[in-house]
């Protein structure tokens, strides 16, 4: 279920074409790590692991507007953060790839 989520926010990363394609493809890689460090999550805390993808779905759409508005875009990227920030000591990857991927979120929600 999460897999296919983040799937879907790839594939919206790919159709949108108002993203340069350097970005494009850094978003893409970090949604990658983040199937890779979400995964032994999802089986042993389910809800958890529903949250971040739900967050990074909401800062991707966000980020990705073709009309920004930071209004929404801080909101959903502060939820990311706050999503992963009880994993630091026991994910450490899984909290260094949102932190990444937020940063280039907000970054191009400017």
Not at 24 to 31: D, K
Not at 80 to 92: C, I, K, T
């Amino acid at each position: 279920m999460i897999e296919n989520r983040i799937e879907s926010i790839e594939a919206k990363l790919k159709s949108t074409d108002h993203i340069p394609e350097t970005t494009r493809r850094e978003l893409l890689g970090l949604l990658a790590s983040l199937k890779l460090e979400i995964a032994p999550l999802s089986d042993t805390q389910s809800e958890d692991a529903h949250s971040i993808a739900g967050f990074v779905d909401a800062s991707a759409h966000e980020a990705t507007r073709t009309e920004k508005k930071p209004e929404l875009l801080k909101p959903a990227l502060s939820g990311l953060r706050a999503s992963v920030q009880e994993f630091e000591s026991s994910h450490p990857g899984l909290v260094s790839v949102v932190n990444r991927l937020a940063f280039s979120l907000s970054n191009m929600g400017i």
